[in-house]
């Protein structure tokens, strides 16, 4: 173990493990510094200042997030000195910056606006330069908007999209004071190689980067008496609507969603959940098919190892990227497309309600499903299967708007018909849940028993490494499935895009001999996907996959061939997986970008 070093922190002695930085520091010790540049998930920048402090014998100010501790250091958070110097730093950001908040989409929850109210900004010394600056708004992309007047120049997007998703949509242009953040030959970022993944919103500090949002347009449906509006709600949205609505992190509210819903005069209140357990059996069906015809039939045309579809931003990574492996792509749609189209077709046929009469809205916990909702594929109902979505943020936003006390909301139960879903289709919201829940469906389809893991929790699929493993070995298998037998079924998963591009890029040297691959865009999945709550950060999300876990094992169905409305939507509509009528509805083919 590492010698312990001593230090103090505004006069009080401090032991701690070397290596720590001054940040890190005052934050064991309760002190909070403030920062705007620094994020846990990003590299160290300490370009914003803000959490300057003093260092006795230093001349100058040390930014905290960026210097680490040395033995015998004597450090000030508080000092006048600093005071001042954050001060100033706060008021020169402000001198930049559009700051009319009232107006403002992220007013209430920007950093900047918290950190000019705690220093008491209630004068301008400097001169206003936002009137000078000929700052842009780009509102073209269907799920992102970037306003330029808000910028405060942190990187943090920046950061985010190279480093955490290795992207690299948003650049650093220009010195000095015409510097700005960018695209590539400042396109609108509808026009570049984003994945509307929406990192970069959920790591900004200020409005410079929102969801393009649908909420005025979802009211008028809902008061339009010829309108039929139905919505679905994502697993992952469960887990972190409490967050804006005053709770903690990692709590369920799954019953009191359904509830605020129901308030908010929606007609039918349904779960994605439903269309994730039968994403999981049409998926299901089409990597056992793909195994026998690679595996016995010698069909050198089948594609392995086969990807998962249900990440939008993911799904536009490679086709820009990866173009010439889309055909390792599961034709499936997403759970949220294949329920917009069954909208519009079965449950319209089984509420005698005509197609274009319904409003399809969903609730997701990603920016990327406003863009996928868009995409020309997504018409196969004859209609637009999902006419708008809206985050997690968003529906905090109706719900408060309808003045609805959340916390005294008696729990609610989803409607029926694509209502009903199982603990598999909730873990979708964390990375590994589909792996997992496909892994209990297809085991036991194979063999005719339940996966050899206890209480059906695969663990070797969970955790938070960006990349992980697992082999899955099939012995005695059902007559139908004997070619499989002694076959140890080889997983992968990863999430964020950093980590996609290395298991990838493994794919396309040859050198990964995986079977199936899960593939998120966000880290952590769903449960950190560019609509959740703000902040997100590795601790809140560990919370929310907690408690998706959590209702996993709450619930009395766990498999998703268990659910007994998936039964009957075949029985009833489908007929068959991988048929024809599934075929058309809820399988799809992708399309091949530039990469620039």
């Known amino acids: 173990m590492s010698k312990k070093i001593s230090i103090t922190i505004n006069g009080f002695p401090v032991e701690l493990a070397p290596g720590k930085t001054i940040l890190e520091a005052a934050e064991e010790q309760g002190i909070t510094i403030p920062t705007l540049c620094h994020h846990k998930d990003l590299c160290v920048a300490g370009n914003c200042r803000v959490c300057v402090v003093e260092v006795v014998g230093q001349n100058r100010l040390s930014a905290a997030c960026a210097t680490p501790c040395e033995e015998g250091m004597e450090i000030l958070t508080n000092s006048l000195k600093v005071r001042n110097s954050r001060k100033q730093i706060i008021e020169l950001l402000l001198a930049e910056h559009n700051a009319d908040c009232t107006k403002c989409y992220r007013n209430g929850n920007c950093e900047l606006q918290t950190l000019a109210s705690e220093y008491k900004i209630m004068t301008q010394d400097f001169l206003e330069l936002v009137p000078l600056?000929?700052?842009?708004?780009?509102?073209?992309?269907?799920?992102?908007?970037?306003?330029?007047?808000?910028?405060?120049?942190?990187?943090?997007?920046?950061?985010?999209?190279?480093?955490?998703?290795?992207?690299?949509?948003l650049t650093v242009?220009?010195?000095?004071?015409?510097?700005?953040?960018?695209?590539?030959?400042?396109?609108?970022?509808?026009?570049?190689?984003?994945?509307?993944?929406?990192?970069?919103?959920?790591?900004?500090?200020?409005?410079?980067?929102?969801?393009?949002?649908?909420?005025?347009?979802?009211?008028?449906a809902i008061a339009n008496p010829n309108k039929h509006v139905v919505v679905q709600t994502a697993p992952a949205v469960r887990v972190g609507l409490g967050e804006e609505l005053g709770l903690k992190p990692g709590k369920s509210v799954t019953g009191k969603m359904v509830?605020?819903?129901?308030?908010?005069?929606?007609d039918s209140v349904l779960d994605t959940d439903f269309t994730a357990d039968l994403t999981i059996i049409e998926e299901g069906t089409e990597l056992l098919t793909r195994l026998k015809k690679a595996l016995v039939d010698k069909d050198e045309t089948v594609k392995l190892p086969m990807a998962t579809s249900c990440s939008p931003g993911w799904i536009k990574y490679i086709e820009h990227m990866f173009p010439e492996h889309l055909q390792n792509l599961s034709t499936c749609k997403s759970p949220q497309q294949?329920?917009?189209?069954?909208?519009?077709?079965?449950?319209?046929?089984?509420r005698n309600i005509k197609p274009e009469d319904i409003v399809s809205v969903s609730i997701m916990p990603c920016t990327a499903k406003?863009?996928?909702?868009?995409?020309?594929?997504?018409?196969?109902?004859?209609?637009?299967d999902v006419d708008y979505v809206l985050t997690t943020r968003e529906l905090a936003i109706l719900i408060k708007q309808a003045g609805l006390d959340f916390n005294k909301l008696e729990p609610a139960k989803y409607d029926r018909l694509m209502g009903e879903s199982s603990g598999a289709a909730v873990i979708f919201g964390a990375t590994g849940g589909v792996m997992e829940a496909a892994l209990r469906t297809a085991y036991e389809i194979v063999t005719g028993r339940e996966v050899p893991f206890e209480n059906l929790n695969i663990t070797?699929?969970?955790?938070?490494?960006?990349?992980?493993?697992?082999?899955?070995?099939?012995?005695?298998?059902?007559?139908?499935?004997?070619?499989?037998?002694?076959?140890?079924?080889?997983?992968?998963?990863a999430h964020g895009l950093i980590n996609a591009k290395a298991v990838m890029e493994a794919v396309r040297t040859g050198t990964a001999d995986y079977h199936f691959i899960e593939f998120m865009a966000c880290p952590g999945g769903c449960l950190g996907g560019g609509g959740q709550p703000i902040?997100?950060?590795?601790?809140?999300?560990?919370?929310?996959?907690?408690?998706?876990?959590?209702?996993?094992?709450?619930?009395?169905?766990?498999?998703?061939?268990d659910n007994p409305e998936i039964k009957k939507l075949y029985k009833d509509f489908l007929k068959e997986p991988l048929g024809e009528v599934s075929h058309h509805l809820l399988h799809t083919k992708y399309t091949r970008r530039e990469r620039y």
Not at 259 to 266: C, S, T
Not at 371 to 384: I, K, Q, V
Not at 460 to 487: H, M, Q, S, Y
């Open 173 to 220: 242009a220009h010195k000095g004071d015409k510097m700005k953040i960018t695209t590539f030959f400042e396109k609108a970022m509808r026009d570049v190689v984003c994945t509307n993944c929406g990192q970069c919103v959920n790591h900004c500090p200020t409005g410079a980067l929102v969801e393009k949002n649908y909420i005025e347009e979802v009211w008028e």
């Open 460 to 493: 070797p699929v969970r955790g938070i490494d960006g990349i992980r493993e697992a082999t899955i070995k099939i012995e005695n298998p059902v007559k139908e499935w004997a070619f499989l037998d002694g076959v140890e079924l080889k997983c992968a998963i």
């Open 535 to 561: 902040p997100t950060n590795p601790e809140i999300r560990q919370k929310r996959a907690e408690a998706i876990y959590a209702e996993d094992e709450g619930l009395p169905l766990r498999k998703s061939h």
């Open 133 to 169: 600056k000929q700052y842009s708004i780009d509102a073209y992309s269907p799920s992102i908007m970037k306003d330029d007047s808000k910028c405060i120049r942190c990187q943090r997007c920046v950061r985010t999209c190279a480093g955490l998703q290795g992207v690299n949509a």
């Open 338 to 350: 294949m329920f917009g189209a069954l909208v519009k077709t079965y449950y319209a046929n089984a």
């Open 259 to 266: 509830a605020a819903l129901k308030r908010l005069g929606f």
């Open 370 to 384: 406003k863009y996928e909702a868009f995409r020309p594929e997504m018409h196969d109902s004859g209609y637009r």
